[in-house]
């Protein structure tokens, strides 16, 4: 499974972004999703999870309310909508995939993992 995350950028406090992230293959309907989020000097933290099925979604409490998480099979792909943007949301995202249902909210639950993109949210 290869993960290619895409849409970051530069944007002021309140504003949104919405990421992409498209894996390669035919099992992209077996995978459960994630996002994750490393900021300069801290460790990863997780974002937003979905399952395989897209039945259910899972927020860190620091985004509830203001990121969307959401998946489309028909293009192997899943998104992070965000929204009411902060400074200290500005760190590097990374999608993540693993075939288990279990654990979304674990980094060690996801063995496949894209390269990151960058979010930078200016104040």
């Known amino acids: 499974v290869q993960l290619q995350a895409s849409g970051g950028g530069l944007v002021q406090a309140g504003g949104s972004l919405r990421l992409s992230c498209a894996a390669s293959g035919r099992t992209f309907s077996s995978l459960k999703m994630g996002w994750f989020r490393q900021a300069p000097g801290k460790e990863r933290e997780f974002v937003g999870g979905?399952?395989?099925?897209?039945?259910?979604?899972y927020y860190a409490d620091s985004v509830k309310g203001r990121f969307t998480i959401s998946r489309d099979s028909a293009r192997n792909t899943v998104y992070l909508q965000m929204n009411s943007l902060k400074p200290e949301d500005t760190a590097v995202y990374h999608c993540?995939?693993?075939?288990?249902?279990?654990?979304?909210?674990?980094?060690?639950?996801?063995?496949?993992w894209g390269q990151g993109t960058q979010v930078t949210v200016s104040s």
């Open positions: 993540a995939a693993d075939f288990s249902p279990l654990s979304t909210r674990a980094i060690s639950s996801y063995a496949y």
């Open positions: 979905i399952t395989y099925i897209g039945d259910s979604t």
